[in-house]
């Protein structure tokens, strides 16, 4: 009994061991397995900094940029916005693809100190998640007319009111506070992160300082997608991924400023015009056909107005002409006001910044009526000098007698460094200062300089 129970003990430890050493592979294999495959336990969070004008490159920018998390499998992408609004049609077209993304989507206005105004703020509602850092702002949404006030006429009151049912769709369908969504339209309203945070409901989901701290806050927490769905974020140890546009789209976004755009093709016009003035300077026309390129370049991303292009161009033509024709200033004056005209209307849009500055348009007009000034003093003093080649440019001209010439006789003198043959309608004494009253062929005819001195030449 005591050898079998002895026995019993042995294959019982045998047993124990055999099952720990099985743990300790089984375990050693998931850990093994872990490590192979870490996409499975390791999110990754895509972040796209926005800071530019809503309008047709940010929009693709951010459209490319849900695609890409859409494809990624990514389990959130973050939207770093600062902008002070754009294009009604961009941020539509910025929202159709956010609602229809099946990658939650974070709109977080940050850093400090920044806004998300007018089409941002519809953006900003408009994401599964609206967070804001400290010191920052959205709101300000109701359009503008063309010279920055408030639309009140019929055609913009409807305007407003279709801006403001978007809204109120968009922050019902997050749940979000609709009476304020439509007082941000309709009343220019602005909030603060706090003031948007402790409203009820609130306007936007959280607070947050940075990306860390806006993933750590998002970490489990459990939102809901637009077509009603609920998802929960899993978001410990989340891997950031940062996204940045294309060459192509960093050089459109530089480029699609209206003030960027209104100095391409001021400089363009303004050089092709020189050009012509002078056939053959070469560099006008070089660096004013680079310079128009790149502005009708630019205007493929913003609303122009081809009205105001025309009149900009307008304007240049006749402030050319001045210089050729003797107008009086009628010519000139037509074309400031023309240049000036153009430059108000040339980005049509109802939002502020898509326009062109007055601050700019000032100076661009001032400096090409500087140099129109220029040119006509010096096309003026041009026609009144006279000719200094030629038969005509003899005239006037101032000599000494190399041989004394008698009333009507012929003699020698020199004039301008130069020995010519010459006749003299009265008498002249050899060395006397004679003065050319006119050119026959390659005989002068003289007479005594008036005041009896030689003119230096």
Avoid at 36 to 51: F, I, N, S, W, Y
Avoid at 213 to 218: D, H, I, V
Avoid at 333 to 341: F, V, Y
């Amino acid at each position: 009994m005591m050898f079998t129970a002895q026995r019993r003990s042995i294959v019982a430890g045998r047993f124990a061991a055999g099952a720990a050493l099985w743990a300790v592979v089984a375990g050693w294999s998931v850990g093994l397995a872990t490590a192979q495959a870490p996409g499975a336990q390791t999110p990754t969070v895509l972040v796209a900094q926005v800071d530019a004008i809503i309008h047709p490159v940010s929009a693709e920018f951010m459209v490319d940029a849900i695609d890409r998390a859409d494809a990624d499998g990514a389990a959130l992408l973050v939207f770093v916005l600062e902008t002070p609004g754009g294009l009604v049609d961009s941020t539509r077209t910025i929202v159709t693809r956010m609602l229809a993304a099946r990658t939650p989507v974070v709109v977080f206005v940050a850093p400090a100190g920044a806004r998300a105004a007018s089409a941002g703020f519809l953006l900003t509602i408009a994401a599964d998640v609206a967070a804001m850092a400290p010191g920052t702002h959205i709101g300000a949404a109701h359009p503008v007319s063309g010279q920055g006030e408030k639309v009140d006429e019929n055609v913009a009151a409807k305007a407003a009111s279709d801006v403001a049912a978007y809204a109120r769709t968009l922050a019902s369908g997050r749940g979000r506070n609709i009476d304020l969504a439509e007082r941000a339209v309709r009343e220019s309203r602005a909030f603060t992160e706090a003031e948007a945070r402790s409203a009820e409901p609130p306007l936007i989901d959280l607070v947050a300082a940075d990306v860390p701290e806006l993933l750590a806050k998002l970490d489990g927490r459990t939102i809901r997608r637009f077509d009603g769905r609920e998802v929960t974020l899993a978001l410990r140890g989340a891997r950031t991924a940062p996204l940045v546009m294309t060459w192509r789209q960093q050089v459109l976004s530089t480029l699609a400023h209206p003030n960027i755009a209104y100095i391409l093709l001021s400089l363009g016009v303004l050089g092709l015009t020189i050009e012509l003035w002078s056939p053959g300077a070469v560099l006008p026309g070089v660096v004013g056909g680079i310079c128009l390129l790149l502005a009708f370049f630019t205007f493929q991303v913003l609303p122009v107005n081809y009205a105001g292009v025309l009149l900009i161009v307008f304007g240049l033509v006749l402030l050319g002409l001045e210089i050729k024709v003797a107008s009086y200033g009628v010519l000139g004056g037509g074309g400031i006001l023309s240049l000036l005209l153009g430059s108000m209307i040339l980005i049509d849009s109802p939002a502020a910044e898509l326009r062109v500055s007055l601050t700019l348009v000032a100076p661009v007009v001032a400096a090409t009526a500087a140099i129109l000034v220029f040119l006509v003093r010096l096309a003026v003093a041009a026609q009144r000098r006279g000719s200094v080649t030629g038969a005509a440019g003899m005239v006037g001209q101032r000599g000494d007698a190399l041989t004394a010439m008698a009333a009507g006789g012929t003699g020698r003198v020199r004039v301008q460094g130069e020995i010519w043959s010459a006749r003299s309608h009265a008498a002249v004494a050899a060395g006397e200062v004679i003065e050319v009253a006119a050119m026959n062929g390659l005989v002068l005819s003289v007479r005594r300089a008036p005041d009896g001195e030689e003119e230096t030449c």
